[in-house]
């Protein structure tokens, strides 16, 4: 069985940072995508960051300049570093993964991190 397990969410105040890990565990599988993806209370999830199954990185529009994701491929994880943070980034945060585990390729999601913005 695979998981993701996400760490690293909490409260922080306007203008702060934050830095969000997430770690793919189990046996016999491999990472295609992996990233993350946030919603907001009484709103649809929406892309944060993510590495594409060719190794690029895409960001949504509202974080570009201030969120970094990175990645170490060896241990099988993202983290997500955020920079001055806002208000409206307030959100469960969830880590997302494109994996083929055993043959099967599926999408494998963690159970979510919250992260709050506020002073």
């Known amino acids: 069985q695979v998981q993701l397990v996400e760490s690293g969410g909490g409260l922080v105040q306007p203008g702060g940072s934050l830095r969000l890990s997430c770690a793919a565990s189990?046996?016999?599988?491999?990472?295609?995508?992996m990233g993350w993806y946030r919603q907001a209370p009484a709103k649809q999830r929406e892309l944060v960051a993510v590495f594409t199954s060719h190794g690029t990185r895409n960001y949504a529009d509202a974080v570009k300049g201030r969120f970094t994701i990175s990645r170490d491929e060896a241990k099988n994880m993202v983290y997500l570093q955020m920079k001055s943070l806002k208000p409206e980034d307030t959100a469960v945060y969830y880590c997302y993964a494109d994996m083929t585990v055993g043959g099967w390729a599926d999408e494998y999601w963690g159970q979510g991190t919250q992260v709050t913005v506020s002073s």
């Open positions: 189990g046996s016999d599988f491999s990472v295609n995508a």
